[in-house]
């Protein structure tokens, strides 16, 4: 009788503790929640549209659940109408804008970082509004992987300025370039960017987007200037004159043919960056 009561103590003492251990599994989804992105404020802005960049759309502010992969969006145009400060879970604040595509299908909360505005495009300049870091004058570094990360962003932002209807293909390129492999990952990098810039003005038959798919090159060319061997440099410098001189008039030369050979030069330049 005694050895049963013993027995009845450990087995009770032993379901206790599992008991305990059950109670202690169920904490997680508590302190889930306390890990989410708190809203600080939210604030409404004056519609704008913007291009996404990288990053994720998110249901709501408080960033518990993605709903899209900005990369399928590259080309899209969505329009900004609220901001929300929250202090996420890391501790730092940050800010998400509210967007909606224009057809209404895709909507969520980005971080502002991830967006660009849209810039309208026209065939008027031919000069190199583009900001880049490449072309100061110097030789840099290509291996450097916020010089890798900024030329994407940049060449990212340079595609949009072709003519719309070529942008979506080329845009597509973006998809999966990384920063390690920007120049020649063997799929979809930079050199394979600019060669599909080329085939775009190639292939276009409307003059002002030729103009402008032309333009856009140039600015390409613009950005890695200066980074590459001096027989290559000298070669892309007599290809960008020639562009040039098309655009502005002083030559009679075909600036689509002009375009097409500058970006097929600069794609193999380009590729050859990678170390």
């Known amino acids: 009788m005694k050895s049963k009561l013993i027995y009845s103590a450990i087995l009770a003492m032993t379901l206790g503790t599992v008991s305990g251990i ?12 306390t890990k989410l992105a708190r809203v600080i404020s939210y604030k409404k802005l004056s519609k704008t549209s913007y ?22 969006y590259l080309s899209w145009t ?9 202090k996420k879970a890391n501790g730092k604040e940050a800010t998400y804008y509210y967007l909606k595509s224009g057809n209404n299908k895709v909507k969520g909360w980005i971080w502002k970082g991830n967006l660009s505005k849209v810039v309208v495009s026209t065939n008027n300049n031919t000069n190199n509004n583009t900001s880049n870091s490449g072309s100061s004058g110097t030789t840099q570094s290509t291996n450097d992987y916020a010089q890798q990360k900024s ?47 080329g085939e775009a003005v190639n292939l276009q038959s409307n003059s002002n987007g030729i ?31 020639r562009l040039s001189d098309t655009l502005s008039g002083k030559s009679s030369d ?15 330049a380009v590729l050859n960056l990678q170390s």
């Open 22 to 33: 059950s109670v202690s599994f169920t904490s997680p989804n508590a302190l889930a929640k």
């Open 151 to 197: 030329d994407i962003s940049n060449m990212l932002s340079i595609v949009r300025t072709m003519y719309s209807q070529d942008q979506d293909d080329v845009l597509a390129d973006f998809e999966n370039i990384t920063p390690k492999a920007a120049y020649d990952s063997g799929g979809n990098d930079l050199s394979e960017v600019i060669s599909d810039m």
């Open 211 to 241: 103009r402008m798919d032309a333009q856009a090159i140039q600015n390409a060319y613009q950005l890695f200037a200066n980074r590459f061997p001096s027989l290559t440099s000298i070669k892309l410098a007599a290809l960008s004159s």
């Open 254 to 268: 075909d600036v689509s043919d002009a375009a097409y050979n500058l970006a097929d030069e600069l794609s193999d």
């Open 51 to 72: 291009n996404v960049n990288k990053g994720y759309l998110y249901t709501n502010p408080r960033l518990n659940k993605k709903a899209h992969r900005a990369a399928n």
């Open 78 to 86: 969505f329009y900004a109408t609220e901001s929300a400060k929250v």
